[in-house]
């Protein structure tokens, strides 16, 4: 557990500096190549759950510190070892024990050790109180930036506490199924021959009972399912896309709504672009795990359409923008510790100038669909409105599905948070 402990360390220490929770953990991977899946899994669960509980965690550390520890890493041992005392299964002796084990690799200061020690048992003597006293602290009761919350109650005054506590459930594992090479009813026999237990969500939508790791799911490697989030897979049927339509997604990689719109439809004209090489990589791995090979791809940015744009108009424009990804902290818990309150700010600015720039490459009566996976208006509503009131030849359609309102899907336990508003050239 010593080395899980420090190996989970340095991935929260390196979100706090400023990084992303995957790609420290795929380093972390690579370095540490000889780790079992086990161990990746247990460091996984630590580095996540601490971030998800961060809030908490931090506010008890503060009742039990006089000051701060001098240490980062000392603080954040001492956070994921709160985490697995509050949410693991592990005896709670052998979690002390390894955190003192764990101090003393990293420093060789023998009041470092005592410190670890007397805090975890305090905290163990104490947990009622300790949890009690900071039930007044919103920050420690959600595990959110105080901004974030005072944001959302803002935004939402009736949904707000349901949205944040939205982002910290354990996330679903959904499926899409490849509707060109399967179908629900059979690919969920073919689950259920495996053990594997399924609810079917709509459309082309299983959430499975529990998750499982993709090499288990029948025929993934041959395509004949994608994991995507089910409001994910709200936006390729909103296109409303019919064979021999030229379309683009604009956002593409790694290519799970572009995909979809190939799986939906035969006979497309799909150009995907997306402006990072590495990203659009791994959209060409999941383009032929699918067996999809009539596509165009274009390395190029969609601010900038110069660029890259031959001139001919497309039928259907999927603008899924960059944006702050607040509808989907459940999958990335970093994100609400990495975010500050100007992002929001920023990615407007680069949302707005995607969607001015993609406007003149629609055909008329064509369909652009903006979509984002953030619940802050800012990147949403805001962003739309003000394009139709400069836009004459814009209007909005309708999204109509019973959880969309106002463009805005918010996250549940079926599905993330997303937005999407159909604007069509008149
Ligand atoms: C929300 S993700 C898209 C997810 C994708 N549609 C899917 O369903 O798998 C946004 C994408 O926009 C890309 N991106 C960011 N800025 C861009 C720009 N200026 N032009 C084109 N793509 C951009 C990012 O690399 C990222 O892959």
Same mark, same amino acid.
């Given at each position: 557990?010593?080395?899980?402990?420090?190996?989970?360390?340095?991935?929260?220490?390196?979100?706090?500096?400023?990084?992303?929770? $995957? +790609?420290?953990?795929?380093? #972390?991977?690579? %370095? &540490? =190549?000889?780790? @079992?899946?086990?161990?990746?899994?247990?460091?996984?669960?630590?580095?996540?759950?601490?971030?998800?509980?961060?809030?908490?965690?931090?506010?008890?550390?503060?009742?039990?510190?006089?000051?701060?520890?001098?240490?980062?890493?000392?603080?954040?041992?001492?956070?994921?070892?709160?985490?697995?005392?509050?949410?693991?299964?592990?005896?709670?002796?052998?979690?002390?024990?390894?955190?003192?084990?764990?101090?003393?690799?990293?420093?060789?200061?023998?009041?470092?050790?005592?410190?670890?020690?007397?805090?975890?048992?305090?905290?163990?003597?104490?947990?009622?109180?300790?949890?009690?006293?900071?039930?007044?602290?919103?920050?420690?009761?959600?595990?959110?930036?105080?901004?974030?919350?005072?944001?959302?109650?803002?935004?939402?005054?009736?949904?707000?506490?349901?949205?944040?506590?939205?982002? $910290? +459930?354990?996330?679903?594992? #959904?499926?899409? %199924? &490849? =509707?060109?090479? @399967?179908?629900?009813?059979?690919?969920?026999?073919?689950?259920?021959?495996?053990?594997?237990?399924?609810?079917?969500?709509?459309?082309?939508?299983?959430?499975?009972?529990?998750?499982?790791?993709?090499?288990?799911?029948?025929?993934?490697?041959?395509?004949?399912?994608?994991?995507?989030?089910?409001?994910?897979?709200?936006?390729?049927?909103?296109?409303?896309?019919?064979?021999?339509?030229?379309?683009?997604?604009?956002?593409?990689?790694?290519?799970?709504?572009?995909?979809?719109?190939?799986?939906?439809?035969?006979?497309?004209?799909?150009?995907?672009?997306?402006?990072?090489?590495?990203?659009?990589?791994?959209?060409?791995?999941?383009?032929?795990?699918?067996?999809?090979?009539?596509?165009?791809?274009?390395?190029?940015?969609?601010?900038?359409?110069?660029?890259?744009?031959?001139?001919?108009?497309?039928?259907?424009?999927?603008?899924?923008?960059?944006?702050?990804?607040?509808?989907?902290?459940?999958?990335?818990?970093?994100?609400?510790?990495?975010?500050?309150?100007?992002?929001?700010?920023?990615?407007?600015?680069?949302?707005?100038?995607?969607?001015?720039?993609?406007?003149?490459?629609?055909?008329?009566?064509?369909?652009?669909?903006?979509?984002?996976?953030?619940?802050?208006?800012?990147?949403?509503?805001?962003?739309?409105?003000?394009?139709?009131?400069?836009?004459?030849?814009?209007?909005?359609?309708?999204?109509?599905?019973?959880?969309?309102?106002?463009?805005?899907?918010?996250?549940?336990?079926?599905?993330?948070?997303?937005?999407?508003?159909?604007?069509?050239?008149?």
């Amino acid at each position: 557990m010593i080395e899980i402990q420090l190996l989970a360390i340095q991935a929260i220490g390196e979100v706090f500096a400023g990084a992303n929770l $995957n +790609e420290v953990l795929r380093n #972390i991977w690579q %370095i &540490n =190549s000889r780790l @079992t899946p086990q161990q990746r899994g247990a460091i996984q669960d630590i580095a996540y759950g601490t971030l998800r509980h961060y809030g908490q965690l931090d506010a008890i550390l503060h009742q039990l510190l006089n000051k701060p520890a001098q240490d980062k890493s000392l603080h954040y041992l001492l956070a994921i070892a709160l985490y697995q005392l509050c949410y693991s299964k592990a005896p709670a002796h052998a979690i002390v024990d390894h955190a003192v084990s764990s101090s003393r690799k990293i420093t060789r200061n023998p009041a470092a050790s005592g410190l670890i020690n007397a805090v975890l048992r305090n905290f163990m003597r104490q947990r009622t109180l300790l949890l009690d006293q900071i039930k007044s602290n919103e920050v420690a009761r959600y595990s959110y930036p105080q901004w974030w919350i005072d944001k959302l109650r803002q935004q939402y005054p009736q949904d707000y506490k349901a949205i944040l506590l939205a982002g $910290n +459930e354990h996330p679903a594992m #959904i499926l899409r %199924i &490849n =509707s060109l090479r @399967t179908s629900v009813n059979h690919y969920q026999a073919m689950l259920d021959a495996q053990g594997i237990g399924s609810e079917w969500l709509g459309g082309s939508a299983l959430q499975l009972i529990r998750p499982v790791s993709v090499e288990k799911l029948p025929g993934f490697s041959e395509g004949l399912v994608t994991v995507q989030d089910a409001g994910a897979q709200f936006a390729a049927p909103l296109l409303d896309v019919k064979a021999g339509m030229r379309v683009l997604d604009a956002c593409a990689a790694p290519g799970g709504k572009s995909t979809h719109l190939a799986e939906l439809t035969e006979n497309i004209k799909l150009t995907v672009l997306d402006k990072y090489e590495d990203r659009l990589t791994r959209l060409t791995e999941n383009f032929s795990r699918l067996q999809i090979t009539d596509y165009q791809l274009i390395c190029g940015d969609a601010m900038n359409p110069s660029q890259w744009w031959n001139g001919q108009l497309y039928d259907r424009i999927l603008a899924d923008v960059p944006c702050s990804a607040s509808g989907v902290v459940n999958r990335h818990p970093d994100i609400k510790w990495l975010r500050r309150p100007g992002d929001t700010d920023n990615f407007a600015q680069i949302q707005t100038t995607i969607l001015n720039e993609l406007w003149p490459l629609l055909r008329h009566g064509g369909k652009l669909l903006y979509a984002t996976c953030s619940v802050f208006n800012e990147e949403n509503n805001l962003i739309t409105e003000k394009f139709l009131s400069i836009h004459q030849d814009a209007s909005r359609l309708p999204c109509s599905h019973e959880e969309i309102n106002n463009g805005q899907l918010l996250p549940g336990p079926h599905h993330d948070g997303f937005f999407y508003a159909l604007l069509q050239k008149n």
